[in-house]
């Protein structure tokens, strides 16, 4: 995780719903490989499988889905609003 990223939101929702996950240290990774999952090198970024994600609220949209159990129209909207709300309000205080 990164203190100057949204990295934190990310792990902070993996801790909260129990989910596994590893953490990369970004001094070892070639930000700049074609197989980085951001094409501009930042960070967050996720590599699930087949799937690479960046972006947080993209990243925690895809999780919520796969993992944490929104599974319908209404929980997508549920979860929709705290990513964005997350990603606006926290971002002056935070990050």
Do not use: H, T
Not at 6 to 17: A, K, V
Not at 39 to 47: E, K, M, R
Not at 80 to 85: L, N, R, T
């Amino acid at each position: 995780a990164s203190s100057s990223s949204r990295s934190p939101l990310i792990n902070w929702y993996l801790e909260e719903i129990g989910q596994e996950y590893e953490m990369v240290d970004i001094r070892s990774v070639d930000r700049s490989a074609s197989s980085f999952p951001n094409p501009f090198g930042q960070i967050p970024a996720l590599s699930d499988g087949d799937v690479q994600l960046f972006e947080s609220g993209a990243i925690l949209l895809y999780l919520a889905q796969k993992y944490g159990g929104c599974d319908s129209p209404e929980a997508l909207a549920a979860v929709s609003k705290w990513v964005v709300w997350a990603n606006a309000a926290l971002d002056p205080i935070v990050f």
